[in-house]
Antibody, heavy 121, light 111 residues
Framework: EVQLVESGGGLVQPGGSLRLSCAASGFTFSSYAMSWVRQAPGKGLEWVSAISGSGGSTYYADSVKGRFTISRDNSKNTLYLQMNSLRAEDTAVYYC??????????????WGQGTLVTVSS | QSALTQPASVSGSPGQSITISCTGTSSDVGGYNYVSWYQQHPGKAPKLMIYDVSNRPSGVSNRFSGSKSGNTASLTISGLQAEDEADYYCSSYTSSSTYVVFGGGTKLTVL
């Protein structure tokens, strides 16, 4: 059974940093691209970033480019999102999502339960 | 404002069929067969229902179907059931630098 468990969310001040983690199990982690998708409170979904199975290719939404960094440790079956220069508009539940191929395909077949990031002073 | 346009709400009675539209442009929905649909119940993670316009993942009921015409994609749910009441989001690849765009979501109410 595919399981994705996010952690690392919390309250952070504007301009601060936070690192999210996503522990994966139930599939061969290194064989699949992974992604982060966020959802602001009461709002719709917004794609944030993706990374290939090898970690050699990364992709970002314009809204986070230059501030967020996606990475993965295939030896630990873990996906990361380093978030710097956080803004109030980054407040959201952040979902880790699996992509069904090793390269970035544009849909997500399994999702974690999410971790809430709140950016506020 | 979301890149893809969906109706805010739709409703139907049990057993009926409903269709949710998702309108984009030739840079996303109209230009590629990379439209997907997600179901989200309150407080839960999204669930993939349709990918590549009309393909259903294993385990998803065949009451759910997808299609596309021009710049508009559609999700049809036939034989509505109470458990179908949820928010539905469309998504598409986009040739812009943002790669993936979502619709604003549609709340389905089963009367």
């Amino acid at each position: 059974e595919v399981q994705l468990v996010e952690s690392g969310g919390g309250l952070v001040q504007p301009g601060g940093s936070l690192r999210l983690s996503c522990a994966a199990s139930g599939f061969t982690f290194s064989s699949y691209a992974m992604s982060w998708v966020r959802q602001a409170p009461g709002k719709g979904l917004e794609w944030v970033s993706a990374i290939s199975g090898s970690g050699g290719s990364t992709y970002y939404a314009d809204s986070v480019k230059g501030r967020f960094t996606i990475s993965r440790d295939n030896s630990k079956n873990t996906l990361y999102l380093q978030m710097n220069s956080l803004r109030a508009e980054d407040t959201a539940v952040y979902y880790c999502a699996k992509i069904p191929t090793t390269v970035f395909r544009y849909y997500f077949d399994y999702w974690g339960q999410g971790t809430l990031v709140t950016v506020s002073s | 404002q979301s890149a893809l346009t969906q109706p805010a709400s739709v409703s139907g009675s049990p057993g009926q069929s409903i269709t949710i539209s998702c309108t984009g442009t030739s840079s996303d929905v109209g230009g590629y067969n990379y439209v997907s649909w997600y179901q989200q119940h309150p407080g839960k993670a999204p669930k993939l229902m349709i990918y590549d316009v009309s393909n259903r993942p294993s385990g998803v009921s065949n009451r759910f179907s997808g299609s596309k015409s021009g710049n508009t994609a559609s999700l049809t749910i036939s034989g509505l059931q109470a458990e179908d009441e949820a928010d539905y989001y469309c998504s598409s690849y986009t040739s812009s630098s943002t790669y993936v765009v979502f619709g604003g979501g549609t709340k389905l109410t089963v009367l």
